[in-house]
């Protein structure tokens, strides 16, 4: 039997809101602890800034493990750890942990991959003005790649909202909790396609935010952006000129 129409969105609401909780505090966290892991992975490497072939190996390696587990193995496998550090099996807490440890590890090898794209004669540059580690990963590495770190970060967030919905199997709510004891488990056709009309449109906005901040961050934009104002030279456009503009900004 289906659910009257008139009272689905009380049976969706709830359920966005603890969806959007939990891919918010994951996703929190995975930036927070992606980015230094992905820096470090990188820069650890044979010609990296802190090269060091035994720590890249190990954690690479461990890094490469969380990858390579698919989502609902690890959730499992975590089940003793995760009820260790939250008290629970159940419920969001339970499964923010299997989804950070997940979401941390593709999105290390996210950031690793983007600053490879960062061009080596800036960062040449930048040690040649006498620049430290910290200030090449930040005012050069970092600073370069984030378009792509952005487009990797939407890409990580819908990844995301596809664990959440995993997750629900095991009670964490949500989308996913809604659509297995509603939809599925009852046979609620009109459940069923209302959480999948949501879910194709939270992953379509996430899609299109995400775009639009890595064009907005994309130094090329800047650039045609500045062409197409009179007022505008390369002295005023600080992204106009990458090699001049990195000496100027480690000069002060």
């Known amino acids: 039997m289906n659910t009257p129409l008139d009272q689905i969105p009380a049976l969706i609401a709830p359920a966005l809101v603890d969806t959007l909780l939990m891919v918010g505090i994951v996703m929190t966290i995975v930036v927070l602890l992606g980015v230094p892991i992905g820096v470090l992975v990188h820069n650890l490497a044979?010609?990296?800034?802190?090269?060091?072939?035994?720590a890249h190996t190990?954690?690479?390696?461990?890094?490469?493990?969380?990858?390579?587990?698919?989502?609902?193995?690890?959730?499992?496998a975590l089940v003793p750890f995760t009820r260790f550090v939250t008290g629970t099996n159940i419920g969001i807490r339970a499964a923010v942990v299997p989804m950070v440890l997940a979401g941390t590890a593709f999105f290390a090898r996210i950031v690793?991959?983007?600053?490879?794209?960062?061009?080596?004669?800036?960062?040449?540059?930048?040690?040649?003005?006498?620049?430290?580690?910290?200030?090449?990963?930040?005012?050069?590495?970092?600073a370069e790649a984030t378009p792509s770190i952005i487009g990797g970060l939407t890409i990580?967030?819908?990844a995301m909202i596809e664990y959440s919905a995993i997750a629900g199997t095991i009670g964490?709510?949500?989308?996913?909790?809604?659509?297995?004891?509603?939809?599925?488990?009852?046979?609620?056709?009109?459940?069923?396609?209302?959480?999948?009309?949501?879910?194709?449109?939270?992953?379509?906005?996430v899609q299109l935010t995400g775009d639009a901040l890595a064009r907005a961050a994309d130094p090329r934009t800047r650039r045609r952006s500045s062409r197409t104002n009179p007022r505008s030279n390369s002295s005023a456009n600080p992204r106009s000129n990458p090699t001049q503009n990195l000496e100027k900004t480690l000069v002060h």
């Open 172 to 205: 964490a709510g949500g989308i996913g909790y809604v659509a297995v004891t509603y939809g599925y488990q009852r046979f609620d056709h009109a459940v069923m396609i209302a959480t999948i009309v949501v879910l194709v449109a939270l992953v379509a906005l």
């Open 58 to 76: 190990v954690l690479s390696w461990v890094v490469s493990t969380g990858r390579s587990l698919p989502f609902l193995v690890l959730m499992a």
């Open 112 to 142: 690793e991959n983007s600053l490879r794209s960062v061009p080596p004669n800036l960062v040449a540059v930048a040690q040649a003005s006498g620049a430290s580690p910290l200030q090449v990963i930040t005012t050069v590495q970092l």
């Open 46 to 54: 044979p010609g990296g800034l802190l090269e060091h072939r035994v």
């Open 156 to 158: 990580n967030t819908i």
